[in-house]
């Protein structure tokens, strides 16, 4: 299969798994918010008093006030739609389709995997960023970030927004389909 031929497959399969990926998100993305869930209790405790899942969506309850008088019982929560750093499941998926490979499953379950993490860098990183950065001096002040860890928390959210969904699954598709990028590029296909 020439390279024109493996691309309009691509094109063709994206659709379809982006409408399965984003109907079956709660789902397939339990194993993203469960990380999420396991590195903030253990790493920012102090912040995060419990996070659950709507949907798509992760919801952190902190122990961060809003800093307005008569807010003594009101804590912030942050809402953090982890299809925003997702998005790479379905492209993975639109790749290992279109290379119609034997152990097509196989190769589809070493990809959700591995990404799993990923994913969850972005939404982690995204909850820190709102909570340290944009929500404000008044609540920023109250995580305790001095600056070199707000910056490390801006670079955390720039790469888990900008890098991380795209390049992962490109990286892992190549990783998974050599023989198939080698027959392809040998004209063997």
């Known amino acids: 299969m020439p390279l024109g031929g493996f691309v309009i497959r ?3 399969w994206l659709p379809v798994a ?3 990926w984003y109907y079956s998100a709660p789902i397939l993305l339990w194993p993203a918010a469960l990380i999420v869930d396991l590195v903030a209790r253990a790493g920012f405790a102090d912040l995060v008093r419990s996070i659950a899942q709507s949907g798509a969506t992760l919801v952190f ?4 006030r809003p800093g307005a008088s008569g807010a003594q019982a009101a804590y912030i929560s942050v809402d953090v739609n982890m299809l925003l750093y ?3 499941l379905p492209l993975y998926a639109a790749l290992v389709a279109a290379a119609h490979e034997p152990r097509w499953l196989r190769h589809l379950v070493i990809g959700y995997a ?3 993490p990923f994913v969850a860098w972005g939404v982690l990183a995204d909850f820190l960023k709102n909570v340290a950065i944009t929500a404000g001096p008044l609540i920023a002040s109250q995580t305790g970030f001095v600056p070199w860890q707000r910056e490390a928390i801006a670079f955390a959210y720039q790469l888990g927004t900008l890098i991380l969904p795209t390049v992962a699954p490109a990286v892992l598709w190549v990783l998974t389909h050599r023989a198939f990028l080698e027959r392809m590029k040998g004209g063997t296909l």
């Open 86 to 88: 997702a998005f790479g």
């Open 114 to 116: 591995a990404m799993m």
């Open 18 to 20: 982006f409408v399965l």
């Open 10 to 12: 691509v094109v063709a």
């Open 61 to 64: 309850a902190t122990s961060l």
